[in-house]
DNA sequence: TTCATTTCTTAACAATTGTTAATGTAGTAA
DNA sequence: TTACTACATTAACAATTGTTAAGAAATGAA
């Protein structure tokens, strides 16, 4: 999403230069939080590097559930639209390289592009349905067959994503992970 | 949400009268579906009386995920915005009372009334909210804390809902809900 | 390299849930 | 009323998971 929208802007030399500050890269070591649970986000982020994952606390262990990688957006969209505090955690798993963009410039973004605008609700609305899906598997299947999907559709997550988040991301415990996986 | 648009409607007489007939009341008996999972969402319902319940299937049997009640719209928000198939199933609960309204004449509301855009959009930002919440409930606690939140919080949802639809909703068995209710 | 930390595995036991099936209960229609 | 249907409870057993704890393996830093 917001790949499309720098490249929209790149088409118009004049804006862009107007802009090219706005788009924030940074360095972060491992572990870093981006956006802590209980604060209202003022940032969307786009992963040029590394790996991102949003969690929760529940009494005092965190729970996973989602994974981004390189390209993707990443925002605690609820919080950032109706401006009220993040139900969740955003942290890096690696050292990674992030593109920030504040709120306000977001807005002016908003303002100056209405193209903009449209790719930006279309990918709310995308969002939406990835929620839906999200949350339906969760509901729908077993860990076990939520464990087997991720070895099948995202072989990069279980490389690269330790096994604790994870088991944490299936809802289990990692002792109870490491028993699926040795089971068969 | 389409309460607060009826309202702006009918407060300008001359569109009313054109939008009058958009609103199509029906009674529907107990179990009548309203929408098909795998069917594109075409219509916005909204409850004048009754209660309603969204469902998936899983290995035959139907998990249900959510309630509405009188007042509640209801649709698939998701289906209703992407053109894509929904993802699950709307379904009446007890005889019911439903005010619908089709996607062409919400279109058309769209084009005359700005102010209904804002609030669909306030809407639809709130129900994403809803989404995150409802999400994170499901994962963060278990059947049994479910349920106590349920009696605490919602005692109109356990005394009107037939035990077995509560059970799929708390992700367990209708077995396992009456364990958990006779435990203490 | 070596040491320390993090991550993963394994084991034993308790707790919870699913499954199946039988029984009980309430409401509805003829 | 009776019979039927839908719904709820209970029991017994299997399967899965959580918990705790100990040890193995991998990773990263000095």
Known sequence: MLNEIIEIL??????????????????????????????????????????LRSWFNKDGKDI???????NQPVASIDSFLNNQPSL???????????????????????????EFKEVFYDYLFKRFRNYAELFLSRIKD???????????????????????????YLGITPVSLSRIRNRK
């Open 10 to 51: 790149k088409k118009d030399k004049i804006k862009w230069s107007e802009f090219e500050n706005s788009f924030k890269e940074k360095k972060i070591p491992s572990k870093t939080i981006l956006l802590e649970a209980g604060k209202i986000s003022n940032y969307v982020y786009l992963i040029k590097k590394g790996c």
């Open 142 to 168: 077993t860990p076990k067959e939520r464990y087997e999907d991720l070895v099948k559709n995202h072989p990069d997550i279980i490389k690269r994503v330790p096994q604790h988040y994870i088991a944490s």
């Open 64 to 70: 996973t559930f989602q994974f981004f990688f390189e």
């Open 88 to 114: 969740f955690t955003i942290e890096s798993i690696e050292p990674s390289i992030i593109i920030s963009i504040s709120k306000s410039n977001f807005e002016k973004l908003y303002n100056l592009y209405p």
